[in-house]
């Protein structure tokens, strides 16, 4: 049972323009909720986070929006960047614990 | 900030041998440390939460007598895969739980490849 789902795979988006991640979960006890960008042969590194608390929290290039009664967040990158192509998971976690659970990750490509 | 470590960074080793893993937080304490291992094209999965001067708990499917875990201070966590064999070759990463600010977020070290012949 897949607690946190990342349905596609992989995204394709120019330089420049907007990059959409998207992910949907199905445990209503998680109230925290992160994205972190991971490159090949490399751990995950911290992107942002949201509590269930908030709708919307930025930084920078990067924002994520929650929808609680969907049950969905996504991860917003703009203006997209080469350099930002990796893959990126959402992971989420419930009240009062501190182990987390990752969705498959997305694969997003930057092209120039 | 929040800089987590891991040495070594890749090991390759004979059927039979255990190597040991470690795992540090460089810049902050971390009460908590996680044992991820992932898999070509999947997901991390959790292999343990090892909680600072005391036993490690371990998911379901993961033996704790195999993945040895000791967190013995507040910056450092091993991990030993004992008497390795091919299918324990993996990508193993572990994380930090850093309590700083308001966030209660983890942080990864940079993982290990191990490769068992």
């Known amino acids: 049972d897949q607690q946190v789902k990342q349905n596609s795979p992989s995204l394709s988006v120019q330089e420049g323009r907007i990059s959409i991640l998207n992910c949907d979960y199905t445990?209503?006890?998680?109230?925290?909720f992160l994205w972190y960008k991971k490159y090949p042969a490399e751990g995950p590194t911290f992107l942002i986070s949201?509590?269930?608390?908030?709708d919307k929290n930025e930084d920078g290039r990067f924002t994520v929006f929650l929808n609680k009664s969907a049950k969905h967040l996504s991860l917003h990158i703009v203006p997209s960047q080469p350099g930002d192509s990796a893959v990126y998971f959402c992971?989420?976690?419930?009240?009062?614990?501190?182990?987390?659970?990752f969705g498959k990750g997305t694969m997003l490509l930057v092209s120039p | 900030g929040a800089v987590v470590s891991q040495h070594p960074s890749w090991v390759i080793c004979k059927s039979g041998t255990s190597v040991k893993i470690e795992c540090r937080s460089l810049?902050?304490?971390?009460?908590?440390m996680f044992w991820y291992r992932q898999f070509p094209k999947q997901s991390l999965m959790l292999m343990a939460t090892?909680?600072?001067?005391?036993?490690?708990?371990?998911e379901q499917g993961v033996e704790k007598d195999k993945f040895l875990i000791n967190h013995a201070s507040l910056t450092l966590s091993t991990l030993t895969v004992t008497s390795a064999h091919p299918e324990d070759s993996s990508f193993y990463i572990c994380?930090?739980?850093?309590?700083?600010?308001?966030?209660?977020?983890?942080?990864f070290g940079p993982g290990t490849r191990l490769t068992v012949l």
């Open positions: 992971a989420a976690r419930p009240f009062g614990y501190s182990t987390l659970t």
């Open positions: 810049d902050f304490q971390a009460t908590t």
């Open positions: 090892s909680n600072e001067g005391s036993k490690a708990t371990y």
């Open positions: 949201i509590s269930s608390i908030k």
């Open positions: 445990n209503s006890m998680f109230d925290y």
């Open positions: 994380s930090a739980r850093s309590l700083a600010g308001a966030t209660d977020t983890q942080y």
